[in-house]
């Protein structure tokens, strides 16, 4: 997919059927002539160097149901922060605690 970028525009142009099918699919999701459109906002961070994808939420759609180790509890109340995507969340201490982005969640505190 070729993005360009000029000024305060950005233009993806799909380069294989594929690029346009998940394209129309992103645009429908995102654009609501009747209501307000949908944001995308980065996540994480993109360093190619370290993992070559760029990550972001779509603002006013909700996420998937949090996932939890059931072999890893909390020692104390803690807030726990995703590394690759920067969801916090509040765990109690005993509770099991969340995956997010395919690894445990680490401790803030």
Same mark, same amino acid.
């Given at each position: 997919m070729k993005i360009t970028i000029d000024k305060n525009v950005v233009e993806f142009v799909? +380069? $294989? $059927? *594929? *690029? &346009?099918?998940?394209? &129309? @699919?992103l645009w429908r999701v995102m654009v609501d002539c009747m209501r307000d459109n949908k944001k995308l906002e980065p996540i994480g *961070? !993109? @360093?190619?160097e370290k993992s070559n994808v760029a990550r972001f939420v779509l603002e006013g759609i909700k996420?998937?149901?949090t996932e !939890? +180790? /059931?072999? /890893?509890q909390a020692s104390a109340d803690s807030t726990y922060v995703c590394t690759v995507c920067n969801k916090y969340m509040q765990v109690k201490s005993g509770d099991d605690l969340p995956l997010c982005c395919g690894k445990l969640m680490e401790n803030m505190d």
């Open positions: 799909p +380069d $294989n $059927n *594929e *690029e &346009t099918s998940s394209l &129309t @699919v *961070e !993109y @360093v190619p996420g998937g149901q !939890y +180790d /059931h072999s /890893h």
